[in-house]
């Protein structure tokens, strides 16, 4: 009998033998080169390369940089990668365009939302990365300690930046950061935004809120053309930036954290771009093949497991189609899905929060679902539990607390199992509202992925029906698609998922 043991997410970090761990390691380096060979005999730099300007909008009134400037700055932040970033590449386009040299800044807050340490080490690890990164291509990282407004303003006066350029993020917090930027840049100071998350610009893919994957679809898929391409490298900068420069004190940093300490790091998610590239050629290599028919069995290690990596932004999710498409006459069908949730899925997911600023309230969801939720709002409850016996795993169902725990233990829950998790959620609290609300706050504390536009939406999916549709009436759930463990053991061995997380 095989140890369950040896098959969670945290034993493919650990236990793996040495040979094969070499291999992995080997095909992984051997990726990070082509990759390099690529960007370069595609464009030696961006200057030699015609930027697609769809994927920028220019935020503020000013247009032109000032003629006495002395730098320009990427302010990174939802992408925190040095390559294959758009907007890191804008940045050096006008850096090398003006003969000005590039700094890049990094707004840290204490505290955001639910993160915990899990998530900030995540972060910090990864953006260590970039900033020795950015020191060998001559550009100074900044990591600035505190809220954008109250710290980019300052360091862009005190430095005389010609121009900001910044990433985008659909989400209410990162938006507020950037419209507090912009009422608190000197008048000539221009801030341009480009999409460096998603293939097609979220405001391109379409201009209004869509209904639903068949929606959207298409049109993301007429714009490819335009828009998967190849990188350029970013390169050396030959200008060194005059700006006082501190190399960042990571220790220093960590230490000011306001966060939950409790939530702990995993050990199978290396932080980083380069683990993250390393994880892409795995996928490729172990699990691309499986992911067609084998996604949705809990138990079997089918998933790419980039979710992390690319909420972080620390690696492309451009790249890692571009990698994925070259395996397409090989395992044509697991590509075309990988396509279809990593392009089509999380974009519909950016597209909803976009055009929605209600995008995680129940406010936010279809009338009939808002209509038939409220229809069945007395509807008794078999069973109700509280945040902390959701939190603790303490339920009933065997399923749903070996689900919480590979979510808590591993910082990742498979995909499957989320909408089933969410669900029952929905069926045992007092109100959807409080189901919408526990859903979130478990996801966010404990998913390394947490706190992103695929995050909101998959619980919106879940609990009010958002891009599905209305199905046969029933209690509690009145409209909302039913998920139950029958339906479960029918797709994939319960039991066995049930053994590996149990209680210790
Ligand atoms: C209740 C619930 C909560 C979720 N919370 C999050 C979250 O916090 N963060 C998050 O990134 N995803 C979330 N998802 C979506 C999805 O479950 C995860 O993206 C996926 O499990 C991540 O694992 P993976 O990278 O191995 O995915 P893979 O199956 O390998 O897919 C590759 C990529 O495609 C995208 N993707 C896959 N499924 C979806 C989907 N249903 N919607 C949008 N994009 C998708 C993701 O970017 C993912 O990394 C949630 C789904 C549900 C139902």
Not at 243 to 269: G, P, R
Request: glycine fraction near 4%.
């Amino acid at each position: 009998m095989s140890s369950g043991k040896q098959k969670t997410l945290e034993s493919f970090g650990n236990s793996a033998k040495k040979q094969k761990t070499d291999d992995t390691e080997n095909d992984g380096q051997e990726l990070i080169k082509e990759i390099k060979q690529s960007r370069l005999s595609f464009a030696a730099s961006i200057k030699e390369f015609k930027f697609n300007k769809k994927r920028v909008r220019v935020l503020s009134d000013a247009k032109d940089i000032a003629e006495n400037a002395e730098c320009i700055v990427y302010w990174m932040s939802r992408d925190q990668r040095v390559q294959d970033n758009w907007a890191f590449l804008y940045a050096q386009h006008l850096a090398l365009k003006l003969d000005l040299p590039l700094c890049v800044c990094f707004c840290l807050v204490p505290k955001f939302l639910d993160a915990t340490i899990r998530h900030y080490r995540f972060m910090l690890k990864g953006l260590k990365e970039v900033s020795e990164e950015c020191e060998s291509l001559n550009i100074h990282f900044h990591l600035l300690f505190g809220e954008a407004k109250k710290v980019l303003p300052e360091f862009i006066k005190a430095n005389n930046v010609g121009g900001v350029v910044t990433d985008f993020s659909p989400l209410r917090v990162p938006a507020k950061w950037v419209t507090d930027i912009l009422s608190k840049l000197p008048d000539d100071v221009p801030l341009c935004q480009v999409d460096a998350h998603n293939i097609v610009p979220c405001w391109i893919a379409s201009d209004k809120l869509e209904y639903g994957a068949r929606t959207i679809r298409k049109k993301i898929h007429d714009k490819l053309k335009d828009f998967l391409t190849e990188f350029p490298p970013v390169v050396k900068q030959k200008e060194t930036a005059k700006c006082i420069y501190q190399s960042t004190d990571w220790d220093k940093v960590e230490n000011n954290l306001e966060v939950n300490m409790d939530v702990k790091e995993v050990a199978w998610a290396k932080p980083g771009t380069t683990a993250g590239l390393l994880q892409i050629s795995e996928f490729c290599k172990k699990r691309l093949k499986g992911f067609g028919d084998l996604r949705n069995d809990p138990t079997k290690n089918n998933l790419s497991n980039l979710s992390p990596w690319f909420h972080f932004g620390q690696i492309s999710v451009q790249r890692a189609i571009l990698t994925v498409l070259k395996f397409k006459s090989k395992h044509g069908s697991s590509v075309d899905a990988f396509v279809e949730e990593a392009v089509i899925r999380r974009e519909l997911a950016d597209n909803f929060c976009y055009y929605n600023k209600k995008y995680d309230k129940i406010e936010g969801a279809y009338d009939w679902a808002k209509k038939t939720l409220k229809d069945h709002s007395k509807d008794k409850r078999e069973y109700i539990y509280t945040k902390e016996q959701f939190e603790n795993a303490k339920t009933h169902d065997l399923l749903w607390n070996a689900a919480q725990r590979q979510m808590t233990r591993e910082g990742k829950m498979h995909g499957f199992l989320r909408m089933y998790w969410a669900k029952k959620i929905l069926e045992w609290t007092n109100s959807p509202e409080e189901a919408l609300e526990f859903a979130i706050y478990l996801n966010d504390k404990y998913n390394l992925d947490g706190r992103d536009p695929n995050g909101y939406v998959g619980c919106m999916w879940s609990i009010c029906g958002i891009h599905d549709q209305g199905w046969a009436e029933r209690a509690v759930f009145g409209k909302i698609r039913f998920m139950n463990y029958k339906g479960c053991q029918r797709k994939f061995d319960v039991n066995e998922f049930i053994r590996r997380y149990r209680e210790k």
